[in-house]
């Protein structure tokens, strides 16, 4: 038993084990309530309401929680309330780290992080730039500014994540991109993207141990707020947050994906999650002429861009559902179902190699054109069979019939 556990932790890695304890050190001390101070409440507005290009020609955005239930878009949301259960959670007025994961009475936290990863910007985002009335920048600016009302800075459940924190981020930074508000943030922005980057450094290793889409997103988080703010603010310390996001982005696709594409948490769902923060950061480094990632992380980036496309299905984008699936889609720009994978897979492949994955148009191509990409040559070349012997898959497509292997194979 007890050669076991030594064998386990060996596994899990050294460095990974120094990294938790530090953090259960840091909680237990003190330390991070200290370096996470709480109680700033962050005034808007945060978009400033100004006249943008119509694209009338853009489809409306029906965006649901978990990818399948539905909300309204005319009420503000109760940020501390589960969308499943309908419970709200204790311990609000806490600091985040003094907050449990299970005895909130709400069942699953996600219930609760789900409103407050801000998905529902993009609605509100969309609909100005196709019908071009600012009402929906006004109604985007109140709900934003009742969250913060109601989310001072480090306390209450939707601080307690750093990869939820960073999720955020990463919404905000690219409905900014959208509302091409990227070259002139307010300062209300300014500090709101400053507090939430100043919650996810802190704790960034304990991210980066469990070797996960937790480090990719808040590597990828501080990577692109500290391109947004450096430029901006000309802050020192957004200079340090990119360095610190772009050393962990290398670091990230060296450790967790694999030489045939395949990605540490085996699955299809997560994969997507990890290569659309990727995207993100390719956009903003791209926007800000930021230097060009190492030819062996883009080398990596087109690796797991290929594993995503053999496994969509570029009739209606489904995939296999392997592995964990809680319906995340992180660049909800398309109105396509959760389950349809090609938004990303199009994306990636016109970011990483400069070629569209589908020559055909459909509701999946809505991404380029927010983005204002255009890419004319032909799709990516696929074979009839694969082996992705690192990752533990096999596909093979006859035609009519397309079969997927998955065997345990577990060394990432």
């Not at 209450?156 to 960073?166: A, P």
């Not at 310390?237 to 360095?243: E, G, M, P």
Request: aromatic fraction near 12%.
């Amino acid at each position: 038993m007890i050669k076991r556990k030594l064998v386990t932790l060996w596994r899990l890695g050294l460095h990974n084990l120094i990294w938790v304890a530090s953090y259960r050190f840091a909680l237990k001390t003190g330390l991070i309530k200290r370096l996470t101070p709480v109680g700033l409440k962050l005034d808007g507005p945060f978009f400033e309401c100004t006249s943008i290009k119509q694209n009338s020609a853009l489809e409306s955005l029906n965006l649901k929680y978990f990818g399948w239930i539905d909300y309204s878009k005319e009420a503000i949301p109760e940020w501390g309330v589960s969308v499943v259960s309908g419970k709200k959670a204790e311990a609000q007025n806490l600091h985040w780290s003094s907050i449990s994961d299970f005895d909130l009475n709400v069942g699953d936290v996600k219930s609760i992080w789900e409103i407050s990863r801000f998905d529902w910007l993009f609605y509100f985002v969309v609909e100005y730039i196709k019908t071009g009335d600012k009402s929906y920048l006004s109604t985007l600016n109140k709900w934003m500014e009742d969250w913060a009302a109601n989310n001072p800075v480090n306390q209450g459940v939707n601080w307690k994540c750093g990869q939820e924190t960073s999720i955020r981020v990463m919404h905000l930074c690219l409905a900014i991109l959208l509302l091409n508000q990227h070259k002139r943030l307010l300062p209300s922005m300014v500090e709101m993207l400053e507090q939430h980057l100043s919650r996810i450094s802190p704790t960034l290793l304990y991210a980066m141990a469990q070797d996960n889409n937790h480090g990719t997103s808040e590597a990828v988080a501080l990577y692109v707020g500290g391109i947004l703010l450096e430029h901006n603010t000309n802050s020192k310390q957004a200079v340090k947050w990119k360095k610190q996001g772009r050393f962990w982005i290398e670091n990230r696709t060296k450790r967790l994906i694999a030489n045939d594409g395949s990605f540490s948490q085996h699955s299809v769902n997560y994969h997507r999650l990890m290569l659309d923060s990727f995207c993100l950061a390719e956009l903003f480094r791209s926007e800000f002429n930021e230097p060009a990632f190492s030819q062996r992380t883009v080398k990596k980036l087109q690796l797991a861009t290929h594993w995503l496309d053999i496994f969509t299905d570029e009739l209606n984008g489904n995939v296999p559902n392997m592995g964990a699936n809680d319906g995340a889609k992180l660049i909800p720009l398309s109105n396509t179902d959760y389950r349809d994978y090609r938004p990303t897979v199009q994306l990636a492949s016109v970011l990483f190699f400069k070629k569209r994955a589908y020559k055909n148009s459909g509701s999946f191509n809505q991404p380029l054109k927010l983005l204002g990409l255009t890419c004319t040559d032909c799709s990516l070349n696929k074979d009839s069979e694969y082996h992705f012997s690192e990752g533990g898959y096999c596909f093979i497509n006859k035609g009519v019939a397309r079969l997927f292997i998955r065997y345990p194979k577990f060394n990432l």
